[in-house]
């Protein structure tokens, strides 16, 4: 039980200093999420990366109705848009359509859609 617990706490520890830090940025969980992915991806400091989640979710707005993540034509779409706003960000730092395709599966994990910008 004790072995456990030293793996466990490492884990919980981690997770309230993600929270601590969520709510000093003042962010939501799914805008934390993408604040972390491109902060991480692009080598941008706080304040970079939070204009990037705001400049992203502009962008993409228009394509991520409730339920954009059935629909293939609007996937396409939505990575299409995606892949443009980050060749100029990654340039560099990695490889943009892996990165795309990790943000994309990102967005579909929390469902992201353009009511969350309410």
Request: proline fraction near 5%; glycine fraction near 4%; hydrophobic fraction near 35%.
């Amino acid at each position: 039980m004790e072995q456990l617990y030293d793996e466990l706490m490492p884990v919980a520890q981690g997770i309230q200093e993600e929270e601590r830090e969520r709510r000093r940025l003042q962010l939501d969980r799914p805008r934390y999420r993408m604040f972390d992915f491109l902060k991480t991806r692009t080598g941008a400091d706080e304040p970079e990366a939070i204009v990037h989640v705001n400049e992203l979710i502009q962008e993409i707005s228009d394509l991520t109705f409730p339920g954009w993540w059935e629909k293939k034509d609007v996937v396409k779409e939505v990575e299409q848009t995606i892949l443009l706003f980050l060749i100029p960000r990654v340039e560099g730092k990695g490889d943009p359509q892996k990165t795309r395709d990790e943000l994309v599966k990102l967005l579909k994990a929390v469902r992201w859609t353009s009511s969350e910008e309410k």
